[in-house]
């Protein structure tokens, strides 16, 4: 038995960023406000955080599920999440909003259905694991 994702979670990482762009709170909150708006999903909240001495994170609730981002000034790269369900959003309009805002030099796409199983059952599935990140290694 298959069964229909119930949404998809991009994985977007950006690479060659301005550093003053991914240090600017102000411009990060606006910047996920307007990749909502661009992925037709319903931002319900949205919260932020800067850290000293560099790096933003940002989270926004939405009734489609969320959307995150975090940032490393100093190596031009931002680490962002966006997971939506329903049959309206559309989380790859989002990620490219946010590609082209951020003006990243390169970035990689990765894009999962979750909820998704070939298994024959609703249960998890380990056939899909992706390649670990060299960036952040699992920690054993």
């Known amino acids: 038995m298959t069964v229909t994702p119930v949404g998809t979670h991009c994985i977007l990482e950006l690479f060659g960023c301005s550093p003053e762009l991914l240090n600017d709170e102000a411009f990060i909150r606006e910047t996920v406000a307007q990749s ?12 932020s955080h800067k850290f000293s001495p560099q790096g933003v994170t ?4 939405l009734a489609e599920s969320h959307i995150s981002i975090h940032t490393w000034p100093e190596n031009g790269y931002a680490a962002v999440d966006v997971f939506t369900c329903g049959e309206t959003a559309n989380p790859q309009l989002a990620c490219a909003y946010l590609a082209r805002a951020f003006d990243s030099d390169s970035h990689t796409l990765r894009m999962l259905p979750r909820g998704f199983t070939t298994q024959g059952s609703h249960g998890p599935s380990t056939t899909h694991l992706h ?9 054993n």
Do not use: D, N, Y
């Open 36 to 47: 909502s708006r661009e992925g037709m999903s319903t931002l319900i909240q949205l919260s």
């Open 131 to 139: 390649e670990e990140s060299k960036l952040c290694p699992a920690v």
């Open 58 to 61: 940002a989270l926004a609730l």
